[in-house]
Nanobody, 114 residues
Framework: QVQLVESGGGLVQPGGSLRLSCTAS????????MGWYRQAPGKQREWVAI???????NYADSVKGRFTISRDNAKNTVYLQMNSLKAEDTAVYYC????????WGQGTQVTVSS
C-alpha cells in the first residue's frame, strides 16, 4: 500500500523550532522527488521545499534560510527542520512524493503562537 505519514507538528512559540518527518511506504523512495507543502486557513496550498532524488534542494523565498529539507533513503523518510518560526508559518503541512504522479500525506498541523 502506497502511503506517506507525516509527524512532528504541534504548537510552538514564535522564534521556536519544529522538525517534521514523513515516512513513505509502498514506493521506491530513493527515486522520488520529495516535497513539503502547506495550506493556511482560507488560502491555497503552497510549495515550501523540495529535495530531488539526487538531493539538490530548493526553497520558497518565504522560508529560505529558516527551513531545511533533508532525506534519509535508508529510512524512507524526508524531514523538514523549521527554525525561527513565525505566526505566518501556521498551516497544515503536507508531504508530497512525485515521480510520474503525485502522492500526498494526510497533513500535520503546525501552529505558531504565543
Amino acid at each position: 500500500q502506497v502511503q506517506l505519514v507525516e509527524s512532528g507538528g504541534g504548537l510552538v512559540q514564535p522564534g521556536g523550532s519544529l522538525r517534521l518527518s514523513c515516512t513513505a511506504s509502498g514506493i521506491m523512495f530513493s527515486i522520488y522527488t520529495m516535497g513539503w507543502y502547506r495550506q493556511a486557513p482560507g488560502k491555497q496550498r503552497e510549495w515550501v521545499a523540495i529535495i530531488s532524488s539526487g538531493s539538490p534542494t530548493n526553497y520558497a523565498d518565504s522560508v529560505k534560510g529558516r527551513f531545511t529539507i533533508s532525506r534519509d533513503n535508508a529510512k524512507n523518510t524526508v524531514y523538514l527542520q523549521m527554525n525561527s518560526l513565525k505566526a505566518e508559518d501556521t498551516a497544515v503541512y503536507y508531504c508530497n512524493a512525485r515521480l510520474r504522479f503525485d502522492i500526498w500525506g494526510q497533513g500535520t498541523q503546525v501552529t505558531v503562537s504565543s
